[in-house]
């Protein structure tokens, strides 16, 4: 349980990082949701540790940073790619929920 619960507080801080970045190299406002941003924090998380894994650098005395920083790079990515769909499919939703033709 307390592994599940580090998993979730790992992905939101990692998320949120992530967002923070994107937001400040100049990509806007990031519109996804809470529990999306969890997800893309936790999926990064997962994706960085892989990567970290294949070229050797998963575990190192002291602080992990190679592998923190390809995590946080992962999700970065993550945002840049979900945060345009999710707007995009938030306005065709609301869109058709009310009957606007483009």
Not at 66 to 79: D, E, K, S, T
Request: hydrophobic content about 55%; proline content about 2%; charged content about 15%.
């Amino acid at each position: 349980m307390f592994q599940i619960l580090w998993i979730v507080l790992a992905g939101l801080i990692i998320g949120v990082l992530a967002r923070f970045i994107v937001r400040a190299i100049g990509r806007g406002r990031q519109d996804i949701p809470l529990w999306l941003t969890v997800a893309i924090g936790i999926v990064g998380a997962l994706i960085g540790n892989v990567i970290a894994s294949a070229i050797g650098v998963r575990n190192t005395s002291g602080f992990d940073w190679i592998r923190h920083v390809l995590q946080i790079g992962v999700a970065v990515a993550l945002v840049g790619i979900a945060a345009p769909l999710w707007t995009s499919r938030q306005h065709r939703h609301h869109d058709d929920r009310y009957g606007v033709r483009h």
